[in-house]
């Protein structure tokens, strides 16, 4: 496939008003359109064999026969990826996600409930956010052998709370190591959260192995990674699904957006997509089957994380909507958003 540096300036600032026209309008784009638009005196003739190419390449495709052009999800990446210039946001979006913060009283879940609320409506697409896990500050571990290969982790917190797991464990540990892990962990964990006794106990544990015996260590390190997992954030608030369905035009359309809503229904899916957005940095964009979970509903998705104290990465906050996202003001929509949560939380 042509890479964008193959792309000569005639074709992409051809494909470049294209898709900027598609965002605008939904509909196939023609050669007489873009003759009357582009800064270059380019005929309708031009432009077509400039269109025939970008189609060729697999950037464009046709609807119809004799239609206009309208861009591939591949074409969509390119144009993201390489060709979008980024605007800014307005005085009055910016001050209506400026208003997240202006009450001090909210707490962390009325803050990203209400940041949902504003991509939600400034975005006309689904607002959502991956919101941190509440951690209670821990009180006592213990770990009781069930039978070979199956430990019983229970987990107790200041507050009273008590949480079960099974884990498992190498054949042959003897009872003295289960021992000798809880009294290792609870000697450390009393009065932390789940991070931050999993962040000073691992640390320990790359020089400390000799005060455990290899076994103790494993069941030490799997006694944490039942809970802590890939991250901390498990709860997900999605809001506008029904934007979705503003810019519906064909029947078929209806059917991808709701195996999209049955998706969202699940969430599952969702929360793994944004878990694993969370590692990176910056704003992440997902087009249609660029992501399985998006590979039958013609949507994007426009997410990025936020932090915590000390710049700890805890969530993701984002947009979903249909593939022709007017992304050059969704873009910075999101991440000025992601970066009044992660200001505001982190003074909290």
Known sequence: ??????????????????????????????????????DTSLSPATIRNVMADLEAAGFLYAPHTSAGRLPTEAGL???????????????????????????????QSELLEEATKALCGLSHCVGLVLAPKAESLLKHVEFVNLSPGRVLVILITEEGLVENRIIEVPLGIPPSSFI????????????KTLYEAKTQILGELEYNRTQLNALSAEVVEKGLAIWAGKGTATSLII??????????????????IRNLFQALDTQAELVELLDA???AEGVQIFIGAENELFAYSGCSLIVSPYSADEGRIVGAVGVIGPSRLNYSRIIPMVDYTAKLISKTIGKS
């Open 1 to 38: 496939m042509t890479k964008l540096e193959e792309l000569d300036k005639r074709s992409r600032e051809v494909f470049r008003h294209l898709v900027d026209a598609y965002v605008e309008t939904g509909e196939p784009v023609g050669s007489k359109f873009l003759s009357g638009r582009l």
């Open 77 to 107: 990446r390119l144009f993201v990826h390489g060709l979008l210039e980024l605007g800014d946001l307005s005085p009055q979006e910016q001050k209506e996600i400026d208003q997240l913060c202006k009450d001090k009283n909210k707490n």
């Open 180 to 191: 000798e892990a809880g009294n290792y962990l609870n000697n450390r964990l009393a009065g």
């Open 239 to 256: 809001r506008g699904q029904s934007n979705l369905l503003q810019d519906v035009r064909h029947m078929d359309e209806l059917n991808r």
């Open 277 to 279: 957005a969370i590692i």
